[in-house]
């Protein structure tokens, strides 16, 4: 049973940093794209950034292009998403996901195969 679990949210000011971590386990994590996703109340879960299996490829939505950097570190089975100059739309439940089938990243949620429960990012104006 894959299992992710994400950590790292919590509630900051803008222009504040965080970094969120989401660690596998139950599989061979370097096996796995690996993505991270955002949702607020009443709307679907919105792509913000992905990574290749071997780490050397990377997507972001354009409103994390410059200040959200994702990455991973295949010998702790974990991803990283580095967030600095939050902003209040930031707001969010960030889950990570991790796609078993993707070529070299996957933009859509319908492409991952798990997710982890979510972590909280508030980002206070």
């Known amino acids: 049973q894959v299992q992710l679990v994400e950590s790292g949210g919590a509630l900051v000011q803008a222009g504040a940093s965080l970094r969120l971590s989401c660690t596998v386990s139950?599989?061979?994590?370097?096996?796995?794209?690996m993505g991270w996703f955002r949702q607020t109340p009443g709307n679907e879960r919105e792509f913000v950034a992905a990574?290749?299996?071997?780490?050397?490829?990377?997507q972001y939505v354009d409103s994390a292009k410059g200040r959200f950097i994702i990455s991973r570190e295949n010998a702790k089975n974990t991803v990283y998403l580095q967030m600095n100059a939050l902003k209040a739309e930031d707001t969010a439940v960030y889950y990570c996901?991790?796609?078993?089938?993707?070529?070299?990243?996957?933009?859509?949620?319908?492409?991952?195969?798990?997710w982890g429960q979510g972590t909280q990012v508030t980002v206070s104006s």
């Open positions: 996901g991790a796609s078993r089938y993707a070529k070299f990243w996957a933009l859509f949620a319908n492409e991952y195969n798990y």
């Open positions: 139950g599989d061979t994590f370097a096996h796995y794209v």
């Open positions: 990574i290749s299996r071997s780490g050397d490829n990377t």
